[in-house]
């Protein structure tokens, strides 16, 4: 703060005072200085930084500045130190004219956080106005018959200064006629009077000059000084007199042009041009460039001209003069108090001030979006403005001193709801009818990276043919993200895994802008039917987020390998099979077995046997079963038949287009006595030792099953009734064996392939191969459904029955050897396949 004067006890103790003031105001956000007017460029106002808590070395990364609405120019801060000082010239008198108070609001802001702090310096006056008159010269007519002790006011002079400085004091030059006399209004006010101490003498003094001095209570004093012609008129009797000294009119502001203020009404109690009166206006204040009022010289009445103004002035002094036509004429003097009432003709005015935008859609409640500011010309009521904020958004204002307020969030912003805001801020004030005005603030939601990517669905499933060529694509994944910008810029990743002994990333890849899958090389559907991975989709945003899908990729199968031809005990393996047949076999007996199988699935893998043309025009007694493999005789030997056959045997599969292979086997025809009792398992009588081991295991499976309880029984007649539909493949499981239907006629496989053949690849791979086709006319509803594993597949193939259990024995040992080694796996698997004919195979 600074104090300006001498210094004494009496100063320091008032610095002391004052400082401790504005201790206490700084405390409380508000801070008070004091300049004096006329201050030189560069003048000591405070350290405003200091005493805001402010360091120095954050003045300007924070922005530090200072603002006024209508001052900013008056006074700044140097910011390497914190001090505010006088920038240029302060006029109190133009800044405030008369007012008792005098002082410039400022606005400090900082950001980084944003801080508003509010201070008033208080401009002090000094003596910087001389008293002046209104004019050089002021000419008081006066009678010669005037009495002694006649008052004749005088214009007195006006000071621009306000208190002390404006304390004015007259003094008249030295004559023997006049002496001065100070009148003081109601309002304090005072007036220079002329008091006659002597009779006048036209004819011996028709004039007198006198000097009116008038000395300000400033220090150093100012004076100023008017002329005062005094003319001695001849006798005149009598003066015009008003029926009051004064008058007292109030008017709105709002009142028209031309509008009448008052009759006035003087009296001269002289005849002739001695009474007659003419009015006319001596003086009106406050002094205005303007006239505002307007008299009749012949009626006294005093109207409106131009318009008043309460913001402008709201109080006028008008002294009225009446001066008769006698010769000499003279004068009455009157005065009318014209009081301005306030009318709410004025909006109210909003400034919005330090938008800090857009703001973050995760600002915390309570952030300070902009500063705002209203004001009002009006007084009273008129003038008190309330601010309101529409529509229903989630901001609010805080009012924060006086007619300034804060626009603060007011709880959590979510871009992807709401990316912008269109707020309208009203001020109204007090007056009846009341006056608003708007400002609108666009405010925008700035993006946070808060929105993970997200897919349609959490698992795709694709299906791609085997043998694909490499680099195809086989699937397109898409994520949306909700945020903006860069958080929602998506890039794909392939979430890397071992498979088998593979990685993951040998066999796809993921484009990493457009997601799309492609194979890198061709699959094999023997060696893997299902490939389960994950991609992974991450945004740009900082920290970035991400989501990931499963995609299930099922290889399908295509007829690509030919079926190929089992070794036999009697030869090897794709070589010709040499049989010896006695003679005296009848019809029906099975001399040979062609075994076979194919690596492909279903229909692919599904084989049929035929002798081949040439073979069945020569009438051979020897036949093969379609599904079976089987050589058998078609009628009983004779001495006619040739000794030696060589018969060709066509095996094919059912793919598009079927794939075939070819096998020969010799027969020999001997006699009786010739055949070796250790024949090959087509040698009549003969049960493999297998085949008597799958019997002795039927048996004793249904020897338990019939000791045990007929509930075995019931659920192989619920399973064989529940059990539906042709079996494909689905999902693998390691280690389970899967059951398909082949066909619709009815040739049933089961196979653990030599291959890996689950979707993980982390299964080793099976080398058992176990298959029987019972000649059964099956339908395609005969077929049983497996779970979803894809896991097996079907071969067309079967064994050997004995001849004499061709019927019976063999082809529940067949079945049995099939199903019952995991009769268990099958009773617990049945329950969720729900199979429905199970007593077909075991008719």
């Known amino acids: 703060m600074v104090i300006i004067g001498p210094r004494g006890p009496g100063s320091q103790r008032l610095l002391l005072s004052l400082l401790l003031l504005a201790a206490w105001e700084v405390g409380s956000g508000q801070l008070h200085y004091s300049v004096y007017e006329e201050a030189k460029h560069g003048t000591f106002v405070g350290r405003i930084a200091q005493d805001l808590g402010l360091e120095l070395a954050e003045l300007v990364p924070r922005l530090f500045r200072v603002a006024s609405k209508r001052h900013g120019d008056l006074l700044e801060v140097n910011l390497q130190n914190g001090i505010l000082f006088v920038n240029s010239r302060i006029d109190r008198e133009k800044l405030c004219g008369r007012s008792a108070e005098c002082s410039i609001h400022l606005e400090v802001i900082v950001d980084r956080p944003l801080q508003v702090f509010h201070v008033d310096v208080e401009v002090k006056d000094i003596n910087d106005n001389p008293p002046v008159f209104r004019e050089r010269e002021q000419k008081v007519p006066v009678s010669e018959s005037a009495p002694l002790d006649s008052h004749f006011p005088l214009e007195g002079a006006s000071d621009a200064d306000i208190g002390v400085n404006s304390l004015l004091t007259y003094a008249l030059s030295l004559n023997e006629h006049f002496e001065l006399k100070i009148k003081t209004k109601k309002d304090k006010s005072i007036l220079p009077e002329l008091v006659l101490r002597k009779l006048l003498d036209r004819e011996q003094t028709p004039k007198l000059n006198l000097l009116l001095m008038v000395i300000d ?3 150093p004093e100012l004076t100023g000084s008017v002329q005062i012609q005094i003319t001695v008129l001849d006798v005149n009797d009598n003066g015009p007199a008003f029926d009051k000294p004064s008058y007292k009119v109030v008017l709105s502001e709002n009142v028209q042009n031309d509008t009448r203020v008052i009759q006035l009404n003087a009296s001269d109690p002289d005849e002739g041009l001695n009474g007659e009166i003419s009015y006319g206006i001596k003086m009106i ?10 008299i009749n010289p012949d009626t006294g009445e005093i109207r409106i001209y131009g318009e008043l103004d309460f913001e402008e002035n709201n109080a006028y002094e008008i002294q009225v003069n009446a001066i008769d036509k006698g010769i000499p004429s003279m004068a009455g003097h009157s005065m009318v108090l014209v009081e301005v009432l306030d009318v709410n003709d004025n909006v109210p005015e909003v400034m919005v001030t330090s938008l800090s935008l857009p703001v973050q859609e995760d600002a915390q409640v309570g952030t300070v979006i902009a500063l705002i500011s209203v004001s009002d010309r009006d007084s009273g009521a008129n003038g008190q403005v309330i601010c309101s904020l529409t529509p229903h958004v989630p901001f609010k204002l805080v009012s924060t001193y006086k007619n300034y307020y804060s626009l603060v969030l007011d709880s959590a912003l979510d871009r992807e709801s709401v990316s912008a805001y269109e707020l309208v801020v009203t001020a109204r004030d007090g007056g009846s009818p009341s006056l608003w005005a708007t400002a609108r603030v666009s405010v925008e939601v700035a993006d946070v990276n808060d929105n993970a990517p997200a897919f349609a669905q959490p698992e795709y499933t694709v299906f791609v043919k085997e043998n694909n060529p490499p680099g195809c694509h086989i699937f397109t994944v898409s994520a949306w993200d909700a945020d903006a910008q860069k958080n929602a810029l998506v890039s ?40 389960q991975f994950q991609v992974s989709a991450r945004d740009a945003g900082v920290p970035p987020l991400g989501s990931n899908v499963t995609l299930q990729v099922f290889v399908l ?9 089992l070794a036999t005990p009697a030869g090897s393996a794709g070589g010709a099979v040499s049989e010896l047949v006695p003679r005296s076999v009848g019809a029906g007996h099975v001399v040979a077995k062609v075994r076979a199988v194919d690596a492909d699935s279903g229909y692919n893998a599904w084989l049929s046997y035929e002798l081949q043309p040439a073979a069945v025009g020569a009438h051979i007694p020897f036949h093969v079963g379609l599904y079976t493999g089987e050589i058998s005789t078609t009628r009983i030997l004779d001495e006619a038949d040739a000794p030696r056959h060589r018969l060709l045997v066509l095996v094919k599969d059912h793919g598009e287009p079927a794939l075939t292979s070819t096998a020969t086997v010799l027969v020999s025809l001997v006699e009786n006595g010739q055949a070796p009792k250790t024949s090959s398992r087509a040698s009549v009588g003969a049960v493999d030792p297998e085949a008597a081991l799958v019997d002795i295991n039927v048996y004793l499976i249904i020897a338990i099953c019939a000791v045990s309880s007929l509930l075995v029984l019931t659920l192989l007649l619920y399973t064989a009734l529940r059990c539906s539909a042709p079996p494909t493949v689905s999902r693998c499981a390691p280690g389970k064996p899967t059951l398909v239907c082949s066909s619709a006629v009815g040739s049933w496989s089961y196979s653990q392939q030599r291959r890996q053949r689950v979707c993980s690849g982390e299964s080793p791979p099976k080398t058992d191969l176990m298959a029987f086709s019972p000649s059964l006319q099956l339908s395609r509803e005969d077929c049983l459904n497996p779970p979803s594993e894809p896991g097996r597949r079907v071969v067309a193939s079967s064994t050997t029955p004995s001849p004499r259990k061709q ?8 079945s049995l050897r099939t199903w019952g080694w995991s009769w268990r796996s099958w009773c617990r698997a049945c329950s969720g396949w729900r199979p429905k004919h199970m007593g077909t195979f075991w008719r």
Do not use: I
């Open 492 to 531: 794909y990743w392939l979430v890397e895994r071992r498979v088998g002994e593979h990685a993951l990333s040998s066999y796809v890849s993921v484009h990493a802008e457009s997601g799309k899958v492609y194979a890198l090389q061709p699959l094999d559907h023997e060696e893997l039917e299902l490939l």
């Open 285 to 294: 204040l406050p002094v205005s460039e303007k006239c505002m009022f307007s």
């Open 217 to 219: 209570g400033g220090k």
């Open 557 to 565: 199968d295509e007829n690509d390998n030919a079926p190929a031809l």
């Open 807 to 814: 019927n019976t024995a063999p082809l529940w040992a067949a």
